[in-house]
T-cell receptor, first 115, second 112 residues
């Protein structure tokens, strides 16, 4: 059981380049999300999805796009990389059950540097 | 004002100490409260969760929620060097609300 798999683990981009961060989960969770983590800022929600075909913006969506064509995959696209997007990106998948609460499972993160 | 406030630390304690980590929040709709542990260069992992007010104990860890004060705590007894990590509180609202709100995290170092 792989859980949440993120690729790549590290990436260096030049300003203006685009790229896609991949995220896949094998737990059949309906909810998936992308966060960025910066020093002193905690985890900030970029975009999230409550199921295939359904996405919505989080706290810091500008400069990022997402799509959810399958339950398993939730890629994050950087349209035109900027140095302000240098960060560690985490993908998470989670379930929510009233009786047992909620748990988010995180990937190992992608360290992105934009020069 | 942020919805969730957490002291960033860092917090350094000797091995065996009792550690208290805290978060305050402003949104009274939060119902589920969680603590995640994040080791350096790793993704966060769920440590404990609590529904509504009350205490929950799991080994050396105790989570407390006081909804009247909008205050949650995580206590670590007999702290070990392996507990050195960043601890993040997180909370979500009632059924149907999937958006987790995280605190900024508290860095803890337990000295051997």
């Amino acid at each position: 059981n792989a859980g949440v798999t993120q690729t790549p683990k590290f990436q260096v981009l030049k300003t203006g380049q685009s790229m896609t961060l991949q995220c896949a989960q094998d737990m059949n969770h309906e909810y998936m999300s992308w966060y960025r983590q910066d020093p002193g800022m905690g985890l900030r929600l970029i975009h999230y999805s409550v199921g295939a075909g359904i996405t919505d913006q989080g706290e810091v969506p500008n400069g990022y796009n997402v799509s959810r064509s399958t339950t398993e995959d939730f890629p994050l696209r950087l349209l035109s990389a900027a140095p302000s997007q240098t960060s560690v990106y985490f993908c998470a998948s989670s379930f929510f059950r009233t009786a047992t609460g909620a748990e988010a499972f995180f990937g190992q993160g992608t360290r992105l540097t934009v020069v | 004002q942020k919805e969730v406030e957490q002291d960033p630390g860092p917090l350094s304690v000797p091995e065996g100490a009792i550690v208290s980590l805290n978060c305050t929040y402003s949104n009274s709709a939060f119902q589920y409260f969680m603590w995640y542990r994040q080791y350096s260069r790793k993704g966060p992992e769920l440590l404990m969760y609590t529904y509504s007010s009350g205490n929950k104990e799991d080994g050396r860890f105790t989570a407390q929620v006081d909804k009247s004060s909008k205050y949650i705590s995580l206590f670590i007894r007999d702290s070990q060097p392996s507990d050195s990590a960043t601890y993040l509180c997180a909370m979500i609202g009632a059924s149907g609300t999937y958006k987790y709100i995280f605190g900024t995290g508290t860095r803890l170092k337990v000295l051997a």
